[in-house]
């Protein structure tokens, strides 16, 4: 079993300061790692994933996460925000194998403020 | 990236009708197709998980006489909620994996659903 835990429900931030969303996992198993962003009243948005070797991802609009594995965390990151990154932040874990489901954590709602 | 798209994005319907809502792969080949349901404020729970030319496996507290799942080509999942109450108002977002996209899961913009 593997689970997800995102310690920040919410995390209130100024517009060009640097914000950090937490993120951690539990399983037996070798994982892979995302984070999705969701605007309202859409779906999900992949904004970057970790499968394998290097343990610092980029993706979208300027994120990237580091995965620790010792820690088992994969925070996300980004140096500076937008009013525009204003959204739900969700880490996912998928265990290796075809087989296996996408466990979500609970979701981080990133506020950017003026 | 893989893109899925959801149709329709909004439905509003009595209670009692039904409503089929359909999920597509644009661009890849989904062996794997899975539904969720969300509600207001919180995270995905997902539904069932569909493989293409196989019946649906539902999580468990899904009714899937209530919630008919159809993946009958690699491009095209539908989900039909049927003899639809207000309860079943909610979110529900498709999500497509396969191709060579296998590790990585895509997701639909998701369709809202009011029952009147």
């Known amino acids: 079993a593997q689970s997800v835990t995102q310690l920040d429900s919410q995390v209130p931030v100024f517009e060009e300061a640097p914000v950090e969303l937490r993120c951690n996992y539990s399983?037996?198993?070798?994982?892979?790692l995302f984070w999705y962003v969701q605007y309202p009243n859409q779906g999900l948005q992949l904004l970057l994933k970790?499968?394998?070797?290097?343990?610092l991802v980029k993706g979208i609009n300027g994120f990237e996460a580091e995965f620790n594995k010792s820690q088992t965390s994969f925070h996300l990151r980004k140096p500076s925000v937008h009013i525009s990154d204003t959204a739900e932040y969700f880490c996912?874990?998928?265990?290796?194998?075809?087989?296996?489901?996408?466990?979500f954590g609970t979701g981080t709602r990133l506020q950017v403020t003026l | 990236g893989a893109v899925v798209s959801q149709h329709p994005s909004r439905v509003i319907c009595k209670s009692g009708t039904s409503v089929k809502i359909e999920c597509r792969s644009l661009?890849?080949?989904?062996?794997?197709m899975f539904w969720y349901r969300q509600f207001p404020k919180q995270s995905l729970m997902l539904m069932a998980t569909?493989?293409?030319?196989?019946?649906?496996?539902?999580e468990q507290g899904v009714e899937k006489d209530k919630f008919l799942i159809n993946h009958a080509s690699l491009t095209l999942s539908t989900l039909t909620v049927t003899s639809a109450h207000p309860e079943d108002s909610s979110f529900y977002i498709c999500?497509?994996?396969?191709?060579?996209?296998?590790?990585?899961?895509?997701f639909g913009p998701g369709t809202r659903l009011l029952v009147l």
């Open positions: 999500s497509a994996r396969g191709g060579q996209t296998q590790e990585t899961q895509y």
């Open positions: 399983s037996s198993v070798s994982v892979y």
């Open positions: 970790y499968l394998s070797g290097s343990t």
């Open positions: 996912a874990v998928r265990s290796w194998g075809t087989a296996s489901k996408l466990t």
């Open positions: 661009d890849f080949q989904a062996t794997t």
């Open positions: 569909s493989n293409e030319g196989s019946k649906a496996t539902y």
